[in-house]
């Protein structure tokens, strides 16, 4: 978001990321979601917002039992709270990535629309 409010596209600012210091198919594959802002839930390659949700409450509960402080954890279950609170649980678990868009006044929706376009097929090759 801070980027786009800076006038920098997107896919630059993934491509010198995922060319430099997180150059693996992890980033590049969830670099490429976020910045195309391409959240839909493909058959094949999608982790659910919801699974990504009980993931982070686990760490929590977890890190809380043995009192282990997890800030960042913390501010990723908001998020995750946000998106369900907005309707998103459908789509992939990259799409807690459109708060920070819509805090910096960006609108989204027609994001939102395209990613749950009928039966969505993956309109880009993974990453090499």
């Known amino acids: 978001a801070m980027s786009e409010g800076c006038g920098v596209d997107r896919e630059a600012v993934r491509s010198l990321l995922t060319d430099t210091i997180f150059d693996c198919l992890i980033y590049k594959g969830y670099g490429q979601r976020v910045a195309r802002r ?3 839930p493909y058959p094949n390659a999608h982790f659910a917002l919801d699974l990504g949700r009980k993931d982070v409450e686990l760490v929590r509960k977890t ?3 043995v009192n282990v402080p997890m800030p960042v954890a913390s ?3 908001d998020r995750f709270s946000s998106a369900v609170a907005r ?3 459908d789509l992939d678990w990259s799409a ?3 708060a920070s868009s819509e805090d910096a006044g ?3 929706s027609k994001d ?3 990613c749950r376009r009928p039966d ?3 309109d880009w090759k993974p990453p090499t």
């Open 112 to 114: 939102i629309a395209h």
């Open 63 to 65: 890190a809380a039992s």
């Open 75 to 77: 501010l990723l279950s």
């Open 106 to 108: 960006v609108d989204v």
């Open 38 to 40: 391409d959240h839909a």
């Open 96 to 98: 807690v990535a459109l």
């Open 120 to 122: 969505p097929k993956i």
């Open 87 to 89: 309707g998103r649980s």
